[in-house]
Nanobody, 112 residues
């Protein structure tokens, strides 16, 4: 399974970005986004199940929205009211019943 992420970039604080991640299969159960900054562990940002149940890290609740297309193989992360502390490399993640997969990261930089 390949995950192709896009949509990162540079934005000013208070701005918005939308990340997309397209998977090469629709058999995935859960999809989500993680992020990582230098010297820190990768942290969960948001996840969405095949049944559209969502989970958000406390740090992004009310600002980020995760969604999934009807085919189930593309996941989006709408990021609003971005803060400098949201700066990180964002990774798409997906899992089946047996395996999980990671996409290459996409850089999000929020300037103050």
């Amino acid at each position: 399974v390949q995950l192709q992420a896009s949509g990162g970039g540079l934005v000013q604080a208070g701005g918005s970005l939308r990340l997309s991640c397209a998977a090469s299969t629709s058999i995935l159960i859960n999809m989500g986004w993680y992020r990582q900054t230098p010297g820190k562990q990768r942290e969960l940002v948001a996840t969405i199940t095949r049944g559209d149940s969502t989970y958000y890290a406390d740090s992004v609740k009310g600002r980020f929205t995760i969604s999934r297309d009807n085919a189930g193989n593309t996941v989006y992360l709408q990021m609003n009211s971005l803060k400098p502390e949201d700066t990180a490399v964002y990774y798409c993640h997906a899992e089946t019943t047996l395996l999980d997969y990671w996409g290459l990261g996409t850089q999000v930089t929020v300037s103050s």
